[in-house]
Nanobody, 122 residues
Framework: VQLVESGGGSVQPGGSLKLSCAIS????????MGWVRQAPGQEREGVAG????????YYADSVKGRATISVDKDKNILYLQMHSLKPEDTAMYYC?????????????????RGQGTQVTVS
């Protein structure tokens, strides 16, 4: 399984970014995918998730209303659209495939993760 993130960069507060994750070697009739982020000195945070089997989506409180997760099943690309970006959104963003969705809860600590794309808001 290979995950390649792109779309990160430096933006001013209030700006927007659309992150992409090209996924290869992974397919399932119902799957769990998501985005996590980690800033220096901070714990990894689950940002958004999607489970097609239910279907369900998840957004961390810190991004709720400012982020949209989506997937292009034909192209096997996962997206995270973020707007109204804040300095506290600055982090390395990682795509996760084959996370676990159970009892209406997303677990992003399992599955496959990409190398990340840096988002800097300043």
């Amino acid at each position: 399984v290979q995950l390649v993130e792109s779309g990160g960069g430096s933006v001013q507060p209030g700006g927007s970014l659309k992150l992409s994750c090209a996924i290869s070697g992974y397919s399932s009739s119902s799957y769990c995918m998501g985005w996590v982020r980690q800033a220096p000195g901070q714990e990894r945070e689950g940002v958004a998730g999607i489970y097609t089997g239910a279907p369900r989506t998840y957004y961390a409180d810190s991004v709720k209303g400012r982020a949209t997760i989506s997937v292009d099943k034909d192209k096997n690309i996962l997206y995270l659209q973020m707007h109204s970006l804040k300095p506290e959104d600055t982090a390395m963003y990682y795509c996760v495939a084959d996370c676990e969705f159970r009892y209406d809860h997303f677990d992003f600590d399992v599955g496959f993760r990409g190398q990340g794309t840096q988002v800097t808001v300043s």
